[in-house]
Each structure stands twice: as C-alpha cells, then as structure tokens.
C-alpha cells in the first residue's frame, strides 16, 4: 500500500511540475500580448499580387459569401486572382465559384481524396512566377477587408510565412458558437499574439494563411493529414522558416451551432492533433536537443499546450488522484492542484476583457464547465481508431452573424 501511495505522489508531482510550467508559459505569452499590442500602422498601395487558393468539396452551401466577401477585399482587383479547386464535388459548387468570377479547376481523383491533396495538386497547377504570393481559404470563411493590405505590409518587411487571426462569424447565434468565439479570443490574442510578440513561431491553422510565391517554389506542398496545417508548420520549423501571425487580419468561419453538429468537427480536430503530437513531439524535441535549436524545443512544448481543455482534464485527474493519498503530502499535492485549477480558469477567463459583450460572456463561462465536460467525451472518442484519408466534413447549418 506504501509503494502504490508513493507510485501515486511522484506521478501527481510530475503532473503538477508540467502543469505549473504549461501555465506559467500561458500567463508569460499573455503577458507579451498585453504589454505589447501592436499599434496601427499608415496605410500602404498595393504593390503584392496573390492568388487566392480555395480547396472546396461539396460546398455549394456556403462558398457564395466566401468568395462574395473575396470581391469586397479593400485591394486592388488587378493585384489577386481567386481559384477555387472543385474537389471530388459531385454539387453545384463549381458552378456557384464560376458565376463570382473565380477560375475553376475541378479535381477527380477517388484515391487522393482530402484537403492536402487538392492543395498539392492546386499548388503544382498554379504559374507562382505569376504572383508574388499564395493566399489559402476554407470554402465556409468569410474575410476581412483588410485581409490582403495586411499580408501586403508583412510581405513587404521580408516575411514569408503568414497566419491570419482565425475567428467565428455566427458567434451570436448559440451557447456553442459563443464560447468557441471566446476560447478564439484567447487562442487568437493571449496565444498567437503573444508568441509573435515574442517573436517565436506561429502553427499554421487551416484558413487565412500566406505563403511567398518564392518560398512555395523551394518548399512543395507535402501535408496529406487531418492535420495538414500543423503538419507542414512543422516541416518548416526544422528548416528554420518561421510563421508570423498577423492580428490585424481576420478570416470568419461559420461554426455549428449544435453540440451534435460539432461532434464531427471537434472529433476530427482532436484526433489528427493527439495523433500529429505522437508523431511528432519526441523528434522535435530530440533534433532540438541535438541541434541546440531552442525554436524547435519550444515548439514540441507548445504543441502539448495546443488544447487548453486537456491542461483542465489533467489538472482536476491530478486532484483526485491526490485526494486518494491519505497524509499530510496528498493535502499539499491537494491545494497545489486547486490553485494550479484557478490559475487555468483566471487565464481562460481573461477572454471576458477581450470580449465586446462582457457581461455575456460572464454570463457564458458560468456554463463552461458544461461544454468541458461535452469536449472531454468527444476526445476520448478520438482516441479510437488513426487517421482517415479523405474529407470528413462537418454538416452544414443555416447560420447567421
């Protein structure tokens, strides 16, 4: 009984050893935010010409306003040309993209079938002498004005890699939709922001990213995982490219506004994560060990922190393992945890001062605990099976702003 308690103490140490470090590291990213908001910059001509890649299956729904908000960008017209890759669509998409003035390439091919695939393929097909750079969207996105000003004055200062603000459009319409719009403002902000402030590193997030035409021309496209984002960001990191976020910009997603709706979603999110962080997290941080390279040591940490939810689940499973050992040491490892807990529910709650509605999302957090404890089901349904090739998609909804 003696050794199983003390197999029990030096586990939950460990735990809260990591989770003191993990949140330490959130607060001190978060910190750099707040203390170092970037201000707003003068106005500068359009002088870098994009194209605007679109990888669509089956979107007919919701690829109008995406490519309506596409016309609307505050760029000149001259300067960025859309192309939307039909992928394996058996709907109207095709046609929907062709009468908004896109360029159409539709792809048929029943083995390589998936979101990678179409952007390896879309990439090899386009003429990047033609451009200076490539700007990837998700069919169901909706985009900011300023959404190519901003990429231009980065590209301009030299860089090469950018990642836009990722934010939910319909976040008004559901409990749902309104905390994922609040857990967005601090992965977004206290997050991102704060690591570019730091000036480390970004992950690559699906939408609203931008590639230099030259660095695309070296580096070919060669992510096929539900996590091709992330798993190209990676790729990059090893051969010392960074990413750079860009919080001035914005691209919208439309979010399901059920719980059951967002069962497929979240499942796919979180099984292509957990399954690219098994891959991954040993040898990034071995090469980073042995290359003396501190970018890519605090990358494999940062990808352990990619869910904020499993620092909770971990901490409260810490807490009651600590509760099962009776003596003055399990009370220690007791209020460690509790103040570790509070540390957690401070940080995520700071999304409150972000937020433009502060008393609703008062209001919204106090049934956080709920939507946890969905969350917590639906990644432990993840862990059953690998990868699937191909498009998982999410059902659509008719949502509104």
Known sequence: MQLLIWIISVLVILLFAFLSLAIFYLFLLAAFWWLRRPGTSGKIPPQKRFAILIPAHNEEAVITQCLKSVQNLNYYEQFYQTFVIADNCSDATAQIAQEH??????????????????????????????????????????????????????????????????????????????????????????????????????????????FSAALLQRQSWESFSETEDLEFSLKLLKEGISVNFVPE?????????????????????????????????????????????????????????????????????????????????????????????LAQTL????????????????????????YLLWLLLVQLTSLKGGEKPGWEKTARENAKA
């Open 101 to 210: 003035r896109a360029t159409i390439w539709e792809r048929q091919d029943s083995k390589k079938r998936g979101k990678g695939f179409a952007l390896a393929w879309g990439l090899a097909r386009l003429k990047l002498e033609d451009f200076d750079a490539v700007v990837i969207l998700d069919a169901d996105c909706i985009v900011r004005e300023n959404l190519l000003p901003a990429f231009n004055q980065r590209l301009l200062l030299g860089q090469q890699i950018l990642q836009a603000c990722d934010g939910i459009h319909n976040f008004r319409q559901s409990f749902l939709t309104y905390l994922l719009y609040l857990g967005n403002l601090v992965e977004n902000f206290l997050f991102y922001g704060g690591r570019e402030n730091l000036r480390l590193s970004s992950f690559l997030r699906g939408t609203g990213m931008c």
């Open 347 to 370: 940080y995520l709650g700071s999304s409150v001062f972000l937020a433009s509605d502060k008393i609703k999302a008062l209001r919204s957090l106090l049934l956080a605990p709920f």
């Open 249 to 341: 910009t914005c691209v919208l997603a439309i979010q399901p506004t059920k719980f059951q709706t967002a069962y497929t979603q979240k499942r796919r999110w979180a099984k292509g994560t957990f399954s690219l962080i098994r891959r991954n997290f040993t040898k990034l941080l071995g090469q980073g060990i042995r290359k003396w390279k501190f970018s890519m040591v605090e990358a494999a940490f940062a990808l352990l922190l990619l869910s904020r939810p499993l620092l909770i689940y971990l901490n409260l499973l810490g807490i009651f393992l600590a509760l099962a050992i009776f003596s003055s040491k399990g009370q220690t490892l007791f209020w460690w945890g509790i103040v570790l807990l």
